[in-house]
């Protein structure tokens, strides 16, 4: 099992930046494809925001957030990251990292290990 702490978050501008990051114990990364999601509401459903292959040999971003957010691992420092640039209102929410079992789901039920997130609040 690994256990990911995410970290980064805050209150940031609309249009300002912020860099999430995930660290992680307990087992390489190296062995997982990683993924961002985040929760924009209480009793609303995790969403999918960015996935990473092991190698970084490829990424996924939903819709939404192509062309401002970029997701990034160092497998040898065992941590992920999102930055994030251009910030809306929108991208209000916690935010996740997990561990999955294929870069190209976009379901939080291919991912499995999960850390207790880190707020993100964009004023407009």
């Known amino acids: 099992q690994v256990q990911l702490v995410e970290s980064g978050g805050g209150l940031v501008q609309a249009g300002g930046s912020l860099r999430l990051s995930c660290a992680a114990s307990g087992r390489p990364i190296s062995g997982y494809p990683m993924g961002w999601f985040r929760r924009q509401a209480p009793g609303k459903e995790r969403e999918f925001v960015a996935?990473?292959?092991?190698?970084?040999?490829?990424?996924y971003y939903t819709d939404s957030v192509k062309g401002r957010f970029t997701i990034s691992r160092d497998n040898a420092k065992n941590m992920m990251y999102l930055q994030m640039n251009s910030l809306k209102s929108e991208d209000t929410a916690v935010y996740y990292c997990?561990?999955?079992?294929?870069?190209?789901?976009?379901?939080?039920?291919?991912?499995?290990?999960w850390g207790q997130g880190t707020e993100v609040t964009v004023s407009s």
């Open positions: 997990a561990t999955g079992r294929t870069v190209m789901s976009r379901s939080d039920k291919d991912f499995d290990s």
């Open positions: 996935s990473i292959a092991r190698g970084s040999t490829s990424s």
